[in-house]
């Protein structure tokens, strides 16, 4: 079994910043992409950024230069620092794990229970 706990969500005005945490627990061995997905108000879930386990990372065209995902193996945990926040930006933000590659695939094997990102215009 695999959990998955984000923290770090929070109001923001826009142009700020927020870094968002997740920490895994569990068999967490045998997961290929750790990343991060979220849903705007009133839109469907989209994938935003993966990281593999050797460290290659996989951003959407909507956050590529704006967002860094990271992650600390000694940890078990995976970071998502969000520059330059837009108000488009505002979703519930989802961490993610896949065992099998995750961009592209629009899903996860194992999910986190979502922290809510909003950014004020």
């Known amino acids: 079994q695999v959990r998955l706990a984000e923290s770090g969500g929070g109001l923001v005005q826009a142009g700020g910043s927020l870094r968002l945490s997740c920490a895994q627990s569990g068999r967490t061995f045998s997961i290929y992409d750790m990343g991060w997905f979220r849903q705007p108000p009133g839109k469907e879930r989209e994938f935003v950024a993966a990281?593999?386990?050797?460290?290659?990372?996989y951003y959407a065209d909507s956050v590529k230069g704006r967002f860094i995902i990271s992650r600390d193996n000694a940890k078990n945990t995976v970071y998502l620092q969000m520059n330059s926040l837009k108000p488009e930006d505002t979703a519930v933000y989802y961490c993610?794990?896949?065992?099998?590659?995750?961009?592209?695939?629009?899903?996860?094997?194992?999910w986190g229970q979502g922290t809510q990102v909003t950014v004020s215009s």
């Open positions: 993610a794990g896949s065992d099998v590659p995750m961009p592209g695939r629009n899903s996860a094997d194992y």
């Open positions: 990281i593999r386990r050797g460290g290659t990372v």
